[in-house]
């Protein structure tokens, strides 16, 4: 009776590897078994649809704003209705970020000033200093073509709030720092509709936000941090060429 068991046995587990193995190598082969962990994945996938970001369940949208921009004009989130914007938070004065994420804005507003539908809108966390007038001269000094780039200014705890849970963009007074502010060089990209949106990482998590700080042609900056510039750029692109809402 032994014989025939292990007879049997070796016949089941021979038609397991005719069948199965194969399955398992194509698999593998095929890198359709990817890691699940966040933490690992380092980069975003290009071919996909671009995220909705989420809060408790509801798609995250641009709180109403209105702030007045570097020609005193009031601006509104309204006035970005229909076109794909940027946005970011600053100071003029700020010694260490804030030249580069401005850099980095006037280097998309270049590669994409064939499109009407595009904006930036740049918030300043340091709004008794940052006049209109103030942004005025910050603007002419990183070359602001774009009539749809406006740098705003208005009441101090309306841009927090809007920084701080709007977008959940780190900004705070810190006398401490450099430049007296600390903020996040994070770009946030807003659709045509309002809603922010990412691409996702190669564990399928959307990304959220884009790195400011690290130029194109940097790679990675003294903290590794790769730069995001490109693809922040071909998420734009994606959104204004496309339906895809």
Known sequence: MKKYSYVGISFIILVFGIIFIPRIIERIQSTSIVSNDRMSAQNPVANEKLSYIKT????????????????SLMITNHDYKGKVYVVDFFFTSCPTICPKMSKNLAYLQEQLKEYDDFGIASF???????????LKKYAENYGVTNSDWHLLTGDREAIYGLANKGFYIFAEENPAVAGGFEHNGYFALVDQDGYIRSRNDASGNPIIYYRGTVGVNEGVDANGEEEQITILLEDIKKLLKSNER
Do not use: E, H, W, Y
Request: proline share 11%; hydrophobic share 30%; no cysteine.
């Open 56 to 71: 408790n369940d509801t798609l995250k949208k641009v709180p109403d704003f209105a702030f007045l921009n570097q020609d």
């Open 124 to 134: 300043t966390i340091n709004p008794k200093r940052d006049t209109p007038s103030m």
